[in-house]
């Protein structure tokens, strides 16, 4: 199998397949993120070409579509070469219209699609606990979804491609209210003066406390903007999610407002830091001072 991409979730999903004895041939644009691939006994490739030479499915956990497109040759000559008699697999996140487009033209060219984006940050890919959303034709997916067990330790069909970035990004319209909700009623409690730490234990024992708000009220108590995902990521996932809802004229109020707040919070200077940094955005708010 062959996998390009090798970030921050590339690097530690194609390490756990290598670690389950998957045969794997990697290249990455960066060559240094290659080497803890090879120490695992994954093949390294000098070009993404060679990798598709050696392996019928090819996983991209790339950045965009733009590196897709780059690392495919789409729009080359090369690009029929790259795709035919192979099977592509797109676990990263892009627009939807983006990858019914690429299907379209592997297809065209004599290849297999699946779209297979996923849930879960750094630490669930580390573990293997991805959760994959799969779409595309039938016996394609189900071809693909035993190789990513030892990434992901659920994976759902979703039906035909982009309905797997759909529900990618319907999860995500929640997650991003939710932390954002969470953050405004952290900010609500803070500013009328109350126990911000037992502000936390009480949501802790009621029934709205999640894996979610256990790892992000305690980062707003502490201030703790380090990095789990970038305010920045969030912004273009919102962008994403906005854009899908505007094409299909659904009403998504309380994205929007996320997304202006997203704005703000990177316009401040926050984009590298954690998502709940959207505080910056709500307390600048307060204080009469949005940029
Ligand atoms: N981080 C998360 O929590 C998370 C969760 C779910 C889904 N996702 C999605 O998964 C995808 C990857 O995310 P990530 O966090 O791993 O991103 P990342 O750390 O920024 O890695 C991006 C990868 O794309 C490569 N790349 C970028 N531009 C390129 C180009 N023009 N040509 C060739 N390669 C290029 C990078 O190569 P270099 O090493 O050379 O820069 C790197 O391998 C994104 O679509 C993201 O939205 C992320």
Redesign the pocket.
């Known amino acids: 199998m062959g996998f390009i ?6 690097q530690p999903m194609a390490l756990n397949l290598a670690r389950a004895g998957t045969h794997l041939v990697v290249w ?3 060559p240094a ?1 290659c080497e803890p691939l090879r120490e695992a006994g994954a093949e390294v490739a000098g070009s993404p070409a060679e990798v598709f030479k050696r392996a019928r499915t090819v996983i991209l ?4 579509g ?2 897709i497109d ?2 495919l040759g789409r729009g080359t000559p090369d690009f029929g070469a790259n795709v035919a008699g192979r099977t592509i697999v797109h ?4 627009s939807p219209g983006y990858s019914r487009g690429l299907e379209a033209d592997v297809r065209t060219a004599g290849g297999g699609y699946v779209e297979a ?6 630490k669930p890919a580390e573990a293997g606990r991805l959760v994959a959303m799969l779409a595309g034709e039938r016996a394609a997916v189900e071809a693909v979804r035993p190789l990513l067990r030892p990434m992901c330790h659920e994976a759902f069909t979703c039906g035909p491609v982009p309905s797997a970035l759909l529900m990618k990004l319907s999860v995500n319209l929640f997650l991003i209210t939710m932390v954002t909700g969470l953050t405004e009623a952290f900010h609500f409690a803070d500013r009328h003066g109350l126990d911000r730490a037992q502000f936390l234990e009480v949501l802790d024992a009621g029934p709205m406390a999640s894996g979610v708000s256990r790892m992000k009220a305690p980062k707003l108590l502490a201030r703790d903007f380090a990095v789990q ?1 970038a305010a920045r ?1 969030v912004l ?2 919102n962008q994403l999610i906005a854009d899908a809802a505007r094409a299909s004229g659904i009403a998504s109020p309380l994205l929007d407002v996320c997304h202006a707040l997203f704005g703000e919070a990177v316009a401040l200077g926050h984009g590298q830091a954690d998502m709940v940094a959207v505080l910056h955005a709500l307390e600048a708010r307060t204080a009469g001072q949005a940029p």
């Open positions: 991409g090798l970030g921050v979730m590339g990455n644009r960066t993120r956990m790339l950045a965009d733009a590196a780059s690392a676990m990263g996140t892009t984006p996923v849930s879960g940050s750094r995902a990521d273009m996932n």
